[in-house]
């Protein structure tokens, strides 16, 4: 079992950036894949970049070039680098880790993050 707490989340304006943090306790923190979501009002959850547990990335089309997702195993940490800030990037971000070989996955409370124009 793992517990996730994310931070950095707050107001930007539009092309700002921000440093998202999630940081992590509990179990094995290599054993599990780990993913940055965010969903905006009356929208869906969407997954918008991932990270296995030996350091390869993915990225949704909607943030792609723009953020980039870093892990430090040691520290347990999970990080989120968003540049060129949109307005519609305007959202909760959820930090998700998902186990190898069991696929359980846990979430963290959630940080919001928002984009003026």
């Known amino acids: 079992q793992v517990q996730l707490v994310e931070s950095g989340g707050g107001m930007v304006q539009t092309g700002g950036s921000l440093r998202l943090s999630c940081a992590a306790s509990?179990?094995?923190?290599?054993?599990?894949?780990m993913n940055w979501y965010r969903q905006a009002p009356g929208e869906q959850r969407e997954l918008i970049a991932s990270?296995?547990?030996?350091?390869?990335?993915t990225y949704g089309d909607s943030v792609k070039g723009r953020f980039t997702i870093s892990r430090v195993n040691a520290k347990k940490n999970v990080y989120l680098d968003m540049s060129s800030l949109k307005p519609e990037d305007t959202a909760s971000y959820y930090c998700?880790?998902?186990?190898?070989?069991?696929?359980?996955?846990?979430w963290g409370p959630g940080t919001q993050v928002t984009v003026s124009s």
């Open positions: 509990g179990d094995m923190f290599n054993a599990y894949h």
């Open positions: 998700n880790a998902m186990h190898i070989i069991t696929r359980r996955s846990y």
């Open positions: 990270i296995t547990f030996g350091g390869t990335t």
